[in-house]
């Protein structure tokens, strides 16, 4: 007997990146890992950047990586929307790589000026004394 299906569609600013009926995903929210099957209860969520993966309609598991989004799960159908998504053969090493070296140095010395140009306290009060 067949796995019941539901729709499931991953949506970014660029482009619709996955429409389709499927058995289950599983992916990362922000409060921890959860699956979502057909039938499952409604409900909206923050997901986490990660690996999401999708098990379709023939049962075989595909997997793509997410960055921070939204889920909603309704009777009808569930939408994942996200900032980006990628299959593993999109993913192009050497930008990743330098995506990995900006998000370092910005940890070590971030690219906001450290002279603050904010007036000092009360400096913009008028002098009424």
């Known amino acids: 007997m067949a796995a019941p299906l539901f729709t499931f569609e991953v949506h970014t600013p660029y482009r619709p990146f996955f429409t389709g009926r499927v058995e289950a995903i599983t992916l990362t929210l922000a409060d921890g ?3 979502v ?3 499952h209860a409604p409900f909206t969520a923050p997901a986490a950047s990660c690996i999401l993966r999708i098990k ?3 049962g075989e598991w595909k ?3 997410i960055t921070d989004g939204i889920l909603e799960v309704k009777e009808h159908k569930n939408v994942l929307m996200v900032d980006a998504a990628e299959w593993p053969e999109e993913i192009d090493a050497e930008r990743a790589r330098q995506a990995q ?7 070590i010395s971030p690219r ?3 002279k603050s140009t904010a007036p000092k306290p009360n400096s913009a009060a008028p002098n009424t004394g």
Do not use: H, K
């Open 33 to 35: 890992e959860i699956g």
């Open 37 to 39: 099957y057909a039938g």
């Open 56 to 58: 379709d309609d023939q």
């Open 63 to 65: 997997s793509a990586f």
């Open 101 to 107: 070296q900006r998000a370092q140095e910005d940890l």
């Open 112 to 114: 906001l000026n450290s």
